[in-house]
Each structure stands twice: as structure tokens, then as C-alpha cells.
């Protein structure tokens, strides 16, 4: 299509938006462009301001400071029935006086469109959701899947700008999530709408978004693909939040060269690392991520240098998860630090057996120490 | 530890599950005497009564003369007693509609919004509901005097008001605080305006109660009989009427059996209020109980 300005203006931008409630700062000057068609997550904590952040731009709270467009109009002075987003509710908040079928209508007809036109952008949007032949059902007689998908519905129907999910699936068990997501994602990419979704759970964020905002405190961490996100955390936080992480104290040592920076490991042992963030950029002590699935163990001392990084360890738990096995270890200094490997095997890994933790390199990250100024 | 006998040796458990049985027969039994004392001082005398209405002699109380339908006959004739029957009527389809109103706009103010003295307001409002309805009559023909008005079923209706709204307010602010908030941001966000959002949402699941409040409000006009005697002048309600009448002996049997007639007809309707809403409401998988008895 050759659309091409809304193309190119998001159609979502958050600049520098805040919310205090009295002398809580819940949100604090965040700023985020979603693109059209986007699939966009916020994910953090509990508290962490994600749900604030969504009612600002649905309408529901007012920003103390900041701008909000929609598709490139200022939005932030709209009321919630003018804006051209739709909220998808973690308790879904459907009419329970009305079926399913008119639940669904109930935007449309507010938009005032002809009979026939509501009727066939209903049928659409419960097609869409496979839920056309519950059309007749009020929603006491739907599961909770099924509801999730009417509430999903009947915000589809509207084709809003941009459709706001807070934890849409935050109410259903694992295994229906894990289909609802798969589903989700599959319907974002079929109608091409921006999604905005929040989380707190970051497989799921980083299974269904194109890319994520990870908060925490009311800031944005980092912004960026799951691929970025996971693998080069910019701060201690991310890398904690994100997947599993060891994260050790080290001390940083040569920063010259070819820009590739060592650091010395507990024990003394100086190994490279893969990137370094910014926020470690130019203390003397940093935290080293390395993720479990990338430790190997062995035990003869493996060669060090430029390929591998290694430091002497002692088991001490053993854990089976099912796929994988987690192996709890101790190295010098007391450090603690785990491997998890998916090897079928792992009888001759008694607790108290002395071996090498060893890596590569390239896959550590440098993020800020433990007290560094990042609340 | 001695070995025990062989019929002990079974675990004491069946003794533990002997003595919960018990127990709960005994609550069962209390239970049910709790019931049937209080549906006999409730119910005893209106049965009695209206047995006595079919009664040959004039004198209410045993021995039974044998039935007879003259009372009802007479009670035909009483001009008076129908008369004041309609002003009843009236009052109530008159009382009812406002008190709904008025109930609906406090209930919304005192539930949806945060003003100064919301408190205050909230106990001014409900104050009715606790003071003793004599003291109420007593000051409703007082403050109609100093203001020089003259007693009359519209002054009736005005104190019929002012007792019964606070129960809709009650009822609905109950309600509309069991109401997921999020239920109302959701009709925003689909576009409606607020006046829409009242219409087609929040007015829809308030009609459970607003029904139930119109039964209890009409009731309570129809019936009420301490304030309406204070301020009706030379006016007659039926509750009014039956008073009077009380003090003429030998009108007494008519009296009874118009009662009689009246709770008869009341309880007919009320019970078929009750099962329409019932009805509707198990249509939209709702159950009455939780609407009424929840608020
Ligand atoms: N109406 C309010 N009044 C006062 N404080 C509020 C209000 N709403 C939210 N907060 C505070 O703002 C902060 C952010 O809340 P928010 O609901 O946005 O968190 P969240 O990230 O959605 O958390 P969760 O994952 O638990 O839903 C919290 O500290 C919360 O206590
Ligand atoms: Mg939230």
C-alpha cells in the first residue's frame, strides 16, 4: 500500500509522559514510539508503573508532565471515548447483561455505524477470535479463555490505532496462556494492528513482541528486541529480570586495545567479555552476566585465553527441571553461580566434586556494579 | 501399651464423625425451631385474623359460628373505607416514581463521586431510615404548620418521600459499589459518553434493584401509617381508615375482612413482582437473592 505518511508516523509516542499520584511517582518521564502495526510490550515488575503508563494512554488518568500522540495528534487531553485506542482488561470487564454478540457491537454501534455494517464487522471480529458460534451466549456461560477472546474481540471490532492488552492472560493457567499467546500473536499479524501489551512475565514478552520496554521504578531500562534484550542487557536489573543470570562481581581490568575490555574474575583469573553497557562504561568494578545455558563444566582445566574463560568450582546442588538439569556451583571468594544443561547424564555430578566452570567469552555482558546510583 | 481388645481396635475416627452428626441434628433442630417461632408471631395473627373474617359472630375470638361471606358483603358498602383505599393508591404511584429518582441521583452522587462532606452528606440522606417514624409525623405537622400548609394527601406524599428514598439510596449505592469499576471505564473506552454509559450499562444492571426498591417503596407507602396520620388532615389512607374504624366495635368484622382482602391482594402482587424479576433476571444468569439481600 501507498499510505505512506501514517506509514511512517507511529502510531504511538510517548515523550517524556509522567504520572505522580500526590508524591507517588508511578511513571516517570518514559519515552516510546510504537510503530504502525507494531506488537509492543511493557514488561517489568509488580508496581512498576505498567498498568498507569497503559490508562495514560487510554484515557483513564491524566499525565502530570509529558506528551502523548496519537497517530501524530496530541492525545493526552482527549477523554477515553474520543481516543482512537481500545483497552483490553485483565478482568475483561464485559456487560454481563449482554451476549457475547452485542458485547461486541457495543463499540460500533456508539460509533453510530449502519445496521449492516455493525453486523458484518461483528462476525468478523468473533471469526477472527473463533468465537462466532458463542455469538448467542451471555458471558457467565463462557470459560475463561473464551472470554478472554470476546474481551479481545470486542476491541478489534473498533480497528483503534492502537489495542491496549494489561495482562490480558494474567487470569488463565499455564498451558491455555501458553496457547492464547501463540493465538495472539497470530491474530495481531493477521488484522495489523499496533498492539500494546503489558506484563510481568517476560517469557511471554519476549515470545510475543516485536520489541519490549523493560521497566522498573517508572523509567524505561532498556528498549529493544527480545534478541537485544536478552543478550546484551544494558543494566544489572534487565539481566536479573530477563531470563535466568549469573550476575558476578568483578573487578574491571584493561579497558585498551582493539576496545575489548577484561576483567578479572573471583580467584584472579582475567577473562574478556562479549559487550559492555553503558552504565558500566567507566566504573572500576562491574557486573559480569553470564547466562546459565552458556556455562559448561569439566573437569580438567580448560585452556584459557581468548576463546575461554574459566574459574574452579565445587557443586553443590543438583536440581532436575524437567528438560533441563540446573547444577548449583561454588567458586573462589564464595562466589555462587549456576549451569543448567540439558544433558541426559548427570549421575557422575555428586555434591562436593571439585570441576571448571568455563565459557565463552563473547556471550558475558558488563552491566554496573551492585551500588551503583540506578535506584 | 497393654494390647487392647480386638473390637477396640478399630480408630476412634467413627466416634469423631458420631459426635459431628450429632451435633449438626442438634443445629438442624434449633434451626428449625428458630423458624417456626418466629413464622408463628409473625404469620399466627394475620392467619387468625383472616380466618376470623370468614367468622358468623361479630365478636373477633372463638367460638367459631360457622363461615359466612357477610363481612366481605358489607365491606363492599363501606364508600369510605374505598375512598381511602384509592388516596392510598395513589400515593404510593405517586411516591414510588419519585423516591426512585431521587434514590437513583444520590445513591450516583454518594457512590460515584468524591466531593467534600461526601460523609456527611451520605449520613444526612440515610438519617430517615434510623429516626423513629412518630418523631418524623410529629415534625411533619409541625414544620406544615409554621409554614402555614394545609394537611392534605399531598403533604401525605411529600413525607412519604422523604421516609422511603433513603432505602433506594441505600439498595442502589450498595449496588452500584459492587459494580466492577472497570465495567463503567470499559463503555468509555468503546465510545460511549457517560449519559450513554448510564443507559445502556449501568441503568441495564441496576434494574434488578430498582425493581426490587419500587416493591419495598410502594409497600412502604401503601402501609405506612404513623407518619401519614400525622399529616393528613382531615384526609383519610387506607391504614388511616382502619384506625378510625377500630374504635366503632361493631364495624370491626368489616374492618378485618377488608384487611384481610387488602394483605391478600398485596401479597399476590408482590409475589408476582418478585418471580418476574426472578424470571428475567435467571435469564441473564443472575440470581435474585444476591441483587436483594446482597445490598
Ligand atoms: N490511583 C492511584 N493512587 C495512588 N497510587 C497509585 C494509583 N494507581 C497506581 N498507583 C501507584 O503507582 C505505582 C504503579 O502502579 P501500576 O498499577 O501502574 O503498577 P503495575 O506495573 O501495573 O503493577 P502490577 O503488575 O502489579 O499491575 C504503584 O506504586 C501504585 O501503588
Ligand atoms: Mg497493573
Known amino acids: 500500500m501507498n499510505q505512506s505518511p501514517s506509514e511512517t508516523t507511529p502510531a504511538l509516542e510517548l515523550v517524556e509522559l509522567s504520572k505522580h499520584f500526590g508524591n507517588v511517582v508511578a511513571v516517570d518521564r518514559i519515552s516510546l514510539r510504537v510503530e504502525q502495526g507494531e506488537f509492543f510490550s511493557l514488561l517489568g515488575p509488580s508496581g512498576c508503573g505498567k498498568s498507569t503508563t497503559l490508562r495514560m494512554i487510554a484515557g483513564f488518568e491524566e499525565p502530570t508532565s509529558g506528551r502523548l500522540l496519537l497517530d501524530g495528534q496530541e492525545g493526552s487531553r482527549l477523554p477515553p471515548f474520543k481516543r482512537n485506542t481500545n483497552?483490553?482488561?485483565?478482568?475483561?470487564?464485559?456487560?454481563?447483561?449482554?451476549?457475547?454478540?452485542?458485547?461486541?457491537?457495543?463499540?460500533?454501534?456508539?460509533?453510530?455505524?449502519?445496521?449492516?455494517?455493525?453486523?458484518?464487522?461483528?462476525?468478523d471480529a468473533l471469526r477472527t477470535v473463533?468465537?462466532?458460534?458463542?455469538a448467542d451466549r451471555l458471558p457467565k456461560a463462557l470459560s475463561g479463555g473464551q472470554r478472554q477472546r470476546v474481551a479481545l474481540a470486542r476491541g478489534l471490532v473498533n480497528h483503534p490505532a492502537v489495542l491496549l492488552l494489561d495482562e490480558p492472560l494474567g487470569a488463565l493457567d499455564l498451558k491455555l496462556r501458553r496457547e492464547m499467546q501463540i493465538e495472539l500473536k497470530e491474530i495481531q499479524r493477521r488484522v495489523g494492528i499496533s498492539f500494546v501489551y503489558v506484563t510481568h512475565d517476560q517469557e511471554e514478552a519476549l515470545t510475543l513482541s516485536d520489541r519490549i520496554a523493560v521497566m522498573n521504578g517508572g523509567r524505561v531500562e532498556q528498549l529493544g528486541t527480545p534478541e537485544e534484550i536478552y543478550n546484551r542487557p544494558t543494566t544489572r536489573f534487565c539481566a536479573d529480570f530477563i531470563g535466568e543470570a549469573n550476575l558476578i562481581e568483578v573487578r574491571v581490568g584493561d579497558r585498551s586495545g582493539d576496545g575489548r575490555v577484561s576483567v578479572v574474575l573471583p580467584g584472579g583469573g582475567t577473562a574478556l567479555v562479549g559487550s559492555v553497557s553503558p552504565s558500566s562504561a567507566d566504573s572500576a568494578t562491574a557486573t559480569l552476566v553470564l547466562r546459565p545455558s552458556r556455562v559448561a563444566l569439566d573437569d580438567k582445566e580448560p585452556p584459557h585465553g581468548a576463546e575461554r574463560a574459566a574459574i574452579p568450582v565445587e557443586v553443590r546442588r543438583v536440581i532436575f527441571q524437567g528438560s533441563v538439569v540446573r547444577v548449583d556451583l561454588e567458586g573462589p571468594e564464595g562466589v555462587s553461580l549456576s549451569a543448567s544443561t540439558s544433558e541426559a547424564d548427570t549421575s557422575d555430578l555428586r555434591v562436593g566434586r571439585r570441576m571448571w566452570a568455563h565459557w565463552a567469552p563473547g556471550e558475558t555482558h558488563l552491566v554496573e556494579p551492585t551500588k551503583s546510583g540506578t535506584p | 501399651m497393654r494390647a487392647m481388645k480386638p473390637e477396640r481396635t478399630s480408630p476412634p475416627a467413627p466416634r469423631i464423625y458420631w459426635t459431628l452428626a450429632r451435633r449438626r441434628r442438634t443445629a438442624t433442630a434449633v434451626r428449625?425451631?428458630?423458624?417456626?417461632?418466629?413464622?408463628?408471631?409473625?404469620?399466627?395473627?394475620?392467619?387468625?385474623?383472616?380466618?376470623?373474617?370468614?367468622?358468623?359472630?361479630?365478636?373477633?375470638?372463638?367460638?367459631?359460628?360457622?363461615?359466612?361471606?357477610?363481612?366481605?358483603?358489607?365491606?363492599?358498602?363501606?364508600?369510605?373505607?374505598?375512598?381511602?383505599?384509592?388516596?392510598?393508591?395513589?400515593?404510593?404511584?405517586?411516591?414510588?416514581?419519585?423516591?426512585?429518582?431521587?434514590?437513583?441521583?444520590?445513591?450516583?452522587?454518594?457512590?460515584?463521586?468524591?466531593?467534600?462532606?461526601?460523609?456527611?452528606?451520605?449520613?444526612?440522606?440515610?438519617?430517615?431510615?434510623?429516626?423513629?417514624?412518630?418523631?418524623?409525623?410529629?415534625?411533619?405537622?409541625?414544620?406544615?404548620?409554621?409554614?402555614?400548609?394545609?394537611?392534605?394527601?399531598?403533604?401525605?406524599?411529600?413525607m412519604h418521600v422523604v421516609?422511603?428514598?433513603?432505602?433506594?439510596?441505600?439498595?442502589?449505592?450498595?449496588?452500584?459499589?459492587?459494580?466492577?469499576?472497570?465495567?463503567?471505564?470499559?463503555?468509555?473506552?468503546?465510545?460511549?459518553?457517560?449519559?450513554?454509559?448510564?443507559?445502556?450499562?449501568?441503568?441495564?444492571?441496576?434494574?434488578?434493584?430498582?425493581?426490587?426498591?419500587?416493591?419495598?417503596?410502594?409497600?412502604?407507602?401503601?402501609?405506612?401509617?404513623?407518619?401519614?396520620f400525622f399529616t393528613a388532615g382531615f384526609d383519610n389512607t387506607f391504614p388511616i381508615w382502619v384506625f378510625s374504624s377500630l374504635r366503632r366495635a361493631r364495624d370491626l368484622p368489616v374492618v378485618n375482612a377488608l384487611a384481610t382482602l387488602i394483605s391478600f391482594v398485596q401479597i399476590v402482587v408482590i409475589v408476582g413482582v418478585w418471580q418476574l424479576l426472578k424470571v428475567r433476571l435467571e435469564r441473564r444468569g443472575q440470581d435474585i437473592r444476591d441483587v436483594v439481600a446482597g445490598a
Do not use: K
Open chain 2, 163 to 228: 421516609i422511603a428514598f433513603p432505602l433506594v439510596t441505600a439498595l442502589l449505592s450498595a449496588q452500584l459499589v459492587r459494580l466492577d469499576p472497570h465495567i463503567h471505564e470499559a463503555s468509555l473506552d468503546l465510545g460511549a459518553g457517560e449519559i450513554e454509559t448510564l443507559r445502556h450499562v449501568i441503568i441495564p444492571l441496576l434494574l434488578p434493584t430498582i425493581g426490587a426498591s419500587a416493591v419495598f417503596v410502594f409497600s412502604w407507602s401503601f402501609n405506612n401509617f404513623i407518619v401519614s
Open chain 1, 87 to 123: 483497552l483490553v482488561f485483565q478482568s475483561y470487564a464485559l456487560f454481563p447483561h449482554m451476549t457475547v454478540r452485542d458485547n461486541v457491537a457495543y463499540g460500533p454501534r456508539r460509533a453510530r455505524l449502519s445496521r449492516t455494517e455493525v453486523a458484518s464487522r461483528v462476525e
Open chain 2, 32 to 158: 428449625v425451631t428458630f423458624l417456626a417461632v418466629m413464622a408463628l408471631l409473625l404469620f399466627g395473627p394475620i392467619v387468625v385474623l383472616a380466618v376470623f373474617s370468614f367468622n358468623r359472630s361479630i365478636v373477633i375470638g372463638f367460638p367459631f359460628r360457622g363461615g359466612t361471606l357477610e363481612w366481605y358483603r358489607a365491606a363492599l358498602g363501606e364508600t369510605a373505607a374505598w375512598d381511602s383505599l384509592r388516596a392510598s393508591l395513589q400515593i404510593a404511584l405517586v411516591v414510588t416514581p419519585m423516591c426512585l429518582l431521587l434514590g437513583l441521583l444520590s445513591a450516583f452522587a454518594l457512590s460515584r463521586f468524591r466531593f467534600r462532606l461526601r460523609g456527611v452528606t451520605g449520613s444526612f440522606i440515610l438519617l430517615p431510615l434510623v429516626i423513629p417514624w412518630l418523631l418524623i409525623g410529629v415534625s411533619g405537622l409541625i414544620f406544615f404548620s409554621l409554614v402555614d400548609v394545609r394537611l392534605s394527601l399531598w403533604t401525605v406524599g411529600v
Open chain 1, 130 to 134: 473463533r468465537m462466532w458460534e458463542y
